[in-house]
């Protein structure tokens, strides 16, 4: 099975990795992812960071 990614969906998924341990709770963890991946990669990259944000603790 292959997977197709774009580059920027890539990207913001990094960049929603890398932002959304920042925050002392969930809320500002999801809030830092999403705001990084918009940056990096959009709507799309909004909604990966704001995810990771969610789910790391």
């Known amino acids: 099975m292959r997977i197709n ?3 920027p969906i890539m ?7 890398t932002l959304a341990a920042c925050g ?9 992812g999403a705001l990084g991946g918009a940056l ?4 799309a990259g909004a909604l990966v960071g704001g ?3 969610t789910v790391i603790e």
């Open 5 to 7: 990614m774009s580059l």
């Open 11 to 17: 990207m913001g998924f990094i960049a929603g990795l």
């Open 24 to 32: 002392d709770n969930t809320t500002e963890r999801a809030a830092t």
């Open 40 to 43: 990096v990669a959009g709507p």
């Open 51 to 53: 995810a990771t944000g």
